[in-house]
């Protein structure tokens, strides 16, 4: 059957066949028709020698023409096509334009600005100082005895015998009186570190500390300031709670709670039942403090509060897991 079709109908047929392909796997096919191993060409060359002596040399310079030819136009064909497909998967310019990803502020961030921002507006300056720490302004200075728990290697990440990272804010007041003489008013952001890791707590988290120093400071001040800033931070209609606490260097000592964020004193499960929320530690500057920093301790009287960045924001947030924030994920982050 082959041999009954002459070189120029083999070529006419493939070239018909090749115009009408529309994809690239058709031109595949004609091309294993043709110019396969068993392709109606290649049996038309290998059938040369049965020709006439004088008809061979033209009938195979034909043929081997032939098949170039084919080949060629295959090629084309298929550049055609792929031409045709980059074109329909290129941009459609009279689409609206997607917007580019914009990052937003953290809510850590957030929450802490707008802790020191509260205070900025009552007079307060912002203060900053080391996070790796000696065990004299972590420890000594703010009158925790040489047995405390808290120097416990547990809780604190040491960096040699006397330096570590620190556990609290609270260092700050005293490199803050240090430098200073009263008055003093003071709030000091920072990064603080403690083994610990889990739901509620990571090995690096927040603390806003505020330092206020004066003749005539009382605990009633603290109450009223901390109280106006509980109702800033999570709403008029919240209650607050000062609780007798224990701190080395506040006496007397007070944590501080407000109404339960969910059921607005009821009893939940986020404030396990009791109706109340602890947001901060706080208390009356102890007098070891300002004989530490040569102080005058009969004319100078002194409140400060240190509050978790985290805690308060899971709070105003709604938010059940601390490591959330540091997860870096951007549908969490987006949120706020
Ligand atoms: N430094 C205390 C803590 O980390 C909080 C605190 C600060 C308490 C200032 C009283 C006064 O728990």
Redesign the pocket.
């Known amino acids: 059957m082959h041999m009954d079709l002459g070189i120029e109908e083999i070529e006419k047929k493939a070239l018909e066949e090749i115009a009408g392909a529309d994809d690239e796997a058709a031109l595949k096919d004609i091309s294993v028709k043709f110019i396969g191993r068993k392709g109606l060409v290649t049996g038309f060359l290998r059938n040369i020698s049965s020709l006439p002596n004088e008809q061979r040399p033209m009938a195979g310079k034909r043929a081997n023409e032939v098949k170039k030819k084919i080949e060629s136009t295959i090629a084309d064909a298929i550049e055609k096509l792929a031409a045709v497909i980059s074109e329909a998967d290129s941009i459609d310019v009279s689409l609206p334009g997607r917007p580019g990803f914009r990052g937003s502020i953290h809510p850590l961030t957030v929450v802490n600005r707008e802790i020191c921002e509260i205070f900025v507006r009552q007079g307060f300056e912002i203060a900053e100082g080391p996070e790796v720490e000696t065990d004299y302004y972590n420890f000594e200075a703010?009158n925790f005895p040489d047995d405390h728990p808290a120097r416990d290697m547990q809780d604190t990440f040491f960096v040699s015998e006397d330096t570590l990272l620190r556990?609290?804010?609270?260092p700050l007041?005293i490199r803050l009186m240090e430098k200073q003489e009263p008055p003093v008013r003071a709030i000091m952001p920072g990064r603080?570190f403690r083994c610990d890791s889990d739901i509620t707590h990571t090995p690096m988290f927040h603390?806003v500390?505020?330092?206020l120093v004066g003749e005539d400071v009382t605990f009633g001040d603290l109450k009223g300031m901390l109280t106006s800033f509980a109702k800033e931070m999570f709403g008029e209609d919240k209650s607050l709670r000062f609780r007798p606490?224990f701190?080395p260097?506040?006496e007397p000592?007070a944590?501080v709670d407000i109404s339960c964020v969910m059921c607005g004193g009821k009893g939940c499960r986020i404030c396990s039942g009791t109706g109340w929320l602890e947001i901060?530690?706080?208390?009356m500057?102890h007098p070891a403090l300002f004989e530490n920093v040569g102080y005058d301790t009969d004319k100078y009287r002194g409140?400060?509060?240190?509050?978790?960045v985290e805690r308060i924001a899971m709070l105003k947030y709604g938010i059940d897991d601390i490591r959330r924030f540091f997860e870096n994920d951007f549908r969490f982050l987006r949120q706020f």
Do not use: K
Not at 167 to 170: E, L, Q
Not at 280 to 283: I, T
Not at 303 to 308: I, L, N
């Open positions: 703010l556990t609290h804010t609270s007041q603080v603390q500390e505020g330092l606490s701190f260097f506040t000592s944590e901060l530690g706080s208390g500057v409140f400060a509060f240190g509050m978790g």
